[in-house]
């Protein structure tokens, strides 16, 4: 056996030169150094931002790689003080609370039908908003516990006692507040509008629970779509009854949008983990595979 290796040219080769590269390799593709194993790659350092390490955020959250923080509560601040100046309006004579009162007879005087205005504002009301809520919240508890999340009780009693918490917030401003009602209602403490409150809350709340449900961009759309028409809708049907002022439906509006962003951080911070979306739990829970992605998404 010989010792010498076998020389690397072709049997046609009669001299020693060193191999030549032939023309078209594609030298482009070969291992990077320190056996990386990576085209284009000079050293072994791991890229910027590994496939494996990205994590799924949980739905209606910004940004998923990299990692950002969730819902910032410095929008609680702009809220806060629209809602003020707003409450400021109503309890004072000044040109918006005249100029308000000046749309209430216009909105009055409109081409909906009465009945269709008190079915509208009829949805405000506790006997409807209520049961509602009650139902998304025991759906998205069952369907929660099935795919064993951790506290997976927590966005459902945030739902119920958010809803809870509007006659203890409206209550006592129309108590401090005292403003009289429209030309037919008597009596005063109309601002803030309690059904526009409690329709926008117990219907948003509801949406929230169903949010992280949907895999569809385009149904979380329409449904967040579906529910800013509806509450909309309840307090315009108010105004055309004659039932409240226009500012007092807008008090309640930002009013709802307060409370609902305080739930939203409260699931958000002590809720269950954003690693893995509900809809994905629950595919791996009753050991199917989620439905692809809608194309209209």
């Known amino acids: 056996m010989r010792d ?53 955020d ?62 509208l504002a009829d949805l405000g009301n506790i006997t409807v908003a209520v049961p509602v809520l009650l139902a998304v919240a025991a759906h998205v508890a069952w369907r929660a516990r099935r795919a064993a999340l951790p506290r997976w009780w927590l966005p459902p009693l945030a ?17 401090v507040i005292g403003r009289t009602g429209p030309p037919g209602m008597g009596g005063d403490g109309y601002y803030p509008s309690g059904h526009t409150a409690t329709a926008a809350v117990g219907y948003g709340a509801a949406c929230l629970l169903l949010l992280p449900w949907l895999r569809s961009r385009y149904l979380r759309r329409e449904l967040v779509i579906g529910w800013a028409v509806l509450a909309g809708a309840v307090g315009f049907g108010l105004v055309r009854r004659g ?28 809720g269950p983990p954003s690693d893995q979306e509900p809809a994905q739990a629950a595919g791996a829970a009753t050991g199917r595979s989620p439905a692809g992605p809608d194309p209209r998404a």
């Open 58 to 119: 949980l739905i209606g959250r910004p940004g998923t790689t990299p990692p950002v923080p969730g819902r910032p509560a410095w929008v609680l601040g702009p809220l806060l003080l629209l809602f003020a100046l707003l409450t400021w309006q109503a309890a004072v004579d000044t040109p918006l609370r005249r100029a308000d009162e000046r749309l209430a007879g216009t909105v009055a005087d409109s081409r909906l039908p009465e009945r269709a205005a008190e079915l």
């Open 243 to 270: 039932y409240h002022w226009p500012l007092d439906v807008a008090g309640s509006w930002v009013l709802s949008l307060i409370v609902l962003y305080v739930m939203a951080l409260v699931v958000e911070r002590y």
């Open 159 to 175: 739902a119920v006692g958010t809803l809870a918490a509007v006659p203890a917030l409206v209550v006592p401003l129309k108590i």
């Open 4 to 56: 010498t290796p076998r020389p690397q040219g072709t049997v046609g080769d009669s001299g020693s030169e060193l191999p030549r590269l032939r023309p078209g390799r594609a030298i482009a593709h070969t291992t990077g150094a320190s056996g990386s194993g990576s085209p284009h790659r000079s050293d072994s350092r791991s890229p910027q931002t590994p496939r494996g390490a990205r994590q799924p």
